[in-house]
């Protein structure tokens, strides 16, 4: 719903650069085919020269736009802005927080991943009846109590850590940054055009961005159980957590 409605809010933007700006109305069309040739040329870059083969799953990377940095810079500032203040931490040194750091570091010195590997990772309990946990990229597993509370033994507790380092090992959310950047300007050149600003948002969003962290989710179970497996967890466990 928030990428549904900051496309209408740039629709909105243009349509008031139309209607103020006589210039701008004389140039629009011009701007409008330099973005879509722009976004063209991108494409046939992304899907034609750039082959990044992902570990552990058997496919090709989706595009990544954004260095692996600037992909941490994103996430750690949308983390300050959007949790991290409405959250409260246990301690590090809380019995919680120790099993969890525990089982996440065994899970990553097996990955035989050097770039897992090579991050400063980090491990936080939040004290919240919500269930949630996340992995942030960069290398910071975060989860509630709540969550930690439902979860039996430290196969089940493998399991969980093994999937949000699936997204961060997958940087799905690079991936996805990437692909609304594209649309953005995609449906911008569009709406010069076509006038079609406020039909293709919640077309792309059905079709496209669900279906993708959809896909996201099981890729990271599938890794998940991959990486759970390979620091002797018992991967058995998890059809019946879920």
Not at 69 to 88: D, G, H, N, R, V
Request: glycine share 4%.
């Amino acid at each position: 719903m928030t990428f549904v409605a900051t496309n209408v809010v740039i629709c909105c933007l243009e349509r008031y650069f139309l209607c103020r700006y006589p210039r701008y109305r004389k140039a629009r069309r011009t701007i409008g085919l330099l973005l879509l040739i722009m976004v063209t040329a991108v494409l046939i870059y992304i899907l034609i020269l750039r082959k990044d083969h992902m570990p552990i799953v058997d496919r090709h990377r989706e595009y990544q736009l954004i260095s692996h940095s600037t992909e941490q810079f994103i996430a750690e500032k949308a983390f300050e802005i959007f949790t991290e203040p409405y959250l409260k931490f246990l301690p590090d040194d809380d019995p919680r927080v120790e099993i969890l750091r525990k089982i996440g570091l065994r899970i990553i010195r097996c990955s035989g991943s050097e770039e897992l590997n090579s991050l400063n990772w980090e491990f936080k309990v939040a004290d919240t009846d919500t269930l949630l946990a996340l992995g942030r990229p960069g290398g910071t597993i975060m989860m509630s109590t709540s969550m930690m509370e439902s979860i039996r033994d430290e196969n089940e507790l493998a399991n969980v850590i093994g999937h949000e380092i699936g997204h961060i090992l997958s940087h799905h959310l690079g991936a996805n940054v990437a692909q609304l950047s594209l649309f953005f300007v995609f449906n911008l050149g569009c709406d010069i055009f076509l006038k079609t600003g406020f039909l293709l948002p919640p077309i792309f969003e059905l079709l496209w961005n669900i279906p993708f962290w959809k896909n996201s989710e099981i890729e990271a179970d599938f890794i998940g159980l991959v990486l759970m497996s390979r620091a002797l967890y018992d991967f058995r466990v998890a059809p019946k957590f879920f």
